[in-house]
Every structure is written in structure tokens, then in C-alpha cells.
């Protein structure tokens, strides 16, 4: 049976109704990120280019497609908190990605409750059942494969203190559905969320169930 690809060079564009770059790495958790300015004033934003990036020390990492706020606060201050945006607070997740000025508060505009952090001054999202408190670890200015400076930030952050609700521990193991994640997929509006039934298990070679 043959197959038939379309194939393209991005620098030539795709040829299609939308660029398929962001439906293809997908789903994509959200980096919804809490910071504030050296004066103290609040800024919450979510960003899709985010992921996990090391364990030990655990490294977090989202990438902001311009020099907004979330970046010039966190150089500024060191300091950041990532929260998980779960299906219940999807509404105001989005309402907290307007384009506003600085001097506008995001837990205000999405109606959410800034709450103090253990280690570092950044308040998180009271209405989130995970947050990780975050010290800037890395800003990396990201570059094409020939070397020239694109407007693109990379934020990596150590995290140093980890908020987790109770009832999404089971025998001391996380559930990721029951906190119901949602997650950015392609096209201008998708996004997905996970399910037990999704679920299923596998180890890798040579490795016992539960290990890493």
C-alpha cells in the first residue's frame, strides 16, 4: 500500500489553512506562570511552548515568543511559580492570556486568588490543586540553526517547592487525570484533556513496574 505525504520547508510555508507545527507537537502543557515586577505588581500568563526538562534538581522551562512581562518580571526578580491549569479553571486561564497593560493584575482580571509561597516572595494560584515555586535557573535567547538571535526567550526554572492537594495522592502516588489537565493542542482554539480510560501501562525494557 503506498503512501502519500505533503511535505514542506517551514521557510517556504506550509500550504495549508494552519501551520500544522503546533498541532503535531500536541498536546502541550500549559506553562501558566506567576511572577511579579521588583515594585511588586502581579502578572499570571499561560504559555503552550512549556514541558519538564530534568530530576534532579527538578527543572521546569516555557518559552515566551517575544520580551513580555512573565520574562522581564522573572529577570528582575529571580523568582517565579507555575501552576497547573486544570478543566475547571480553563475559563480563567484564558481570560489571564489577554493582552493587557503591565500595570493590569491577572488574578484580578480571571477573578483568581494570589496565594503566598513557602520559598520564594512570587505568590501562586489559590484555586489550582498543584503549584511548583520556581528560582530562575537559565534565560537563553533562542537562535536558528544559523545563528541569528530570534525574538524568543527560554525561561528555565529550579523548582523548589512543590504544592500538591491532598485528595490527588493515592497511596502516596499522584493521579494525573483526577486533577484533570488540560493541555494546548493545534489549530487557534483546541485544547485536550486526560482520562483514566486513556491510560494505559508499560515498562521499559529491563525495567520493574513503579521504576524509573
Request: net charge negative.
Amino acid at each position: 500500500m503506498s503512501r502519500s505525504f505533503h511535505f514542506y520547508e517551514p521557510r517556504h510555508g506550509h500550504e495549508l489553512p494552519h501551520d500544522p507545527f503546533n498541532a503535531i507537537v500536541a498536546p502541550r502543557p500549559i506553562g501558566w506562570i506567576s511572577s511579579h515586577d521588583a515594585e511588586g505588581r502581579l502578572n499570571l500568563a499561560p504559555y503552550s511552548f512549556f514541558n519538564a526538562f530534568n530530576y534532579t534538581p527538578p527543572l521546569i522551562g516555557f518559552s515566551s515568543i517575544g520580551w513580555k512581562d512573565s520574562v522581564r518580571n522573572i529577570e528582575a526578580t529571580g523568582e517565579f511559580c507555575w501552576n497547573l491549569a486544570t478543566r475547571t479553571l480553563a475559563e480563567p486561564m484564558n481570560t489571564s492570556c489577554d493582552s493587557v497593560d503591565a500595570s493590569v493584575d491577572e488574578f484580578v482580571l480571571a477573578g483568581l486568588t494570589p496565594e503566598p509561597s513557602r520559598v520564594v516572595s512570587v505568590p501562586r494560584v489559590r484555586e489550582t490543586p498543584v503549584s511548583f515555586e520556581c528560582r530562575l535557573s537559565q534565560l537563553i535567547r533562542l537562535e536558528s540553526a544559523d545563528g541569528t538571535a530570534l525574538d524568543t526567550w527560554l525561561v528555565m526554572g529550579e523548582v523548589v517547592g512543590v504544592h500538591i492537594q491532598q485528595n490527588l495522592l493515592d497511596d502516596g502516588v499522584y493521579q494525573t487525570a483526577a486533577a484533570e489537565p488540560i493541555m494546548r493542542a493545534g489549530g487557534p482554539a483546541s485544547y485536550f484533556t486526560v482520562s483514566e480510560q486513556q491510560r494505559f501501562d508499560m515498562c521499559r525494557p529491563g525495567a520493574a513496574p513503579g521504576k524509573r
